[in-house]
């Protein structure tokens, strides 16, 4: 069992405010969104984690997506299961980016996730990554960053070389 999220900033640069904001609906998520801390941290972008409950906490929640721009965040990555209405709320509230993670429950192997988060109203975007895909979430981040970064580009292009790599590698290891 992996440890609860710490509340605050984490990166490989501490001096450095966060930007990107990881929030998920509790801490039974974490297990599943750590994975987007480990792509942002493999990157060494600046991110925070939190807890930020959409339905136990409505008022926080509103609190940090008004307040997530000025705080300096480029983008948010927000996480829930069940009735999953965290990435959405956020969305309505900030001009940010916000990625959402369909956390899987025990039942409904994760559609209600699913399609509580992937059916917005137009007007109001989520960017939508598979059934527990936050590793997924934290490299879309990432390349949200590095639209405005070349050097983080180019470290992106670095990473997409190695996958290249390893999958053709996997195709000579079968052809030998
Ligand atoms: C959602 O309810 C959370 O995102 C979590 O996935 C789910 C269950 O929360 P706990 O009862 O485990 O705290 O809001």
Redesign the pocket.
């Known amino acids: 069992m992996s440890a609860a999220p710490a509340a605050g900033s984490t990166s490989a640069d501490e001096d450095a405010g966060p930007l990107v904001g990881i929030v998920?609906?509790?801490?039974?998520?974490w297990p599943v969104m750590e994975a987007a801390a480990q792509a942002l941290t493999e990157f060494e972008i600046p991110h925070e984690v939190d807890v930020v409950?959409?339905?136990r906490m409505p008022r926080e929640m509103i609190a940090y997506g008004e307040q997530a721009a000025d705080r300096g965040l480029k983008a948010i990555i927000a996480?829930?299961?069940?009735?999953?209405h965290?990435p959405g709320m956020l969305a309505s509230v900030t001009p940010l980016p916000v990625i959402g993670v369909p956390?899987p429950?025990k039942y409904l192997d994760g559609m209600d996730s699913l399609l509580s988060i992937v059916q917005m109203p137009a007007g109001v975007p989520v960017a939508t990554v598979s059934v527990g895909g936050a590793r997924n979430a934290g490299l879309l981040a990432a390349r949200i960053l590095a639209a405005h970064d070349p050097e983080l580009l180019g470290r992106m292009r670095e990473f997409q070389d190695q996958l290249n790599e390893q999958a053709t590698d996997k195709g000579k290891r079968l052809r030998a």
Do not use: E, I
């Open positions: 998920m609906g509790s801490d039974s998520d409950s959409a339905h996480g829930a299961g069940g009735a999953a965290l956390v429950l």
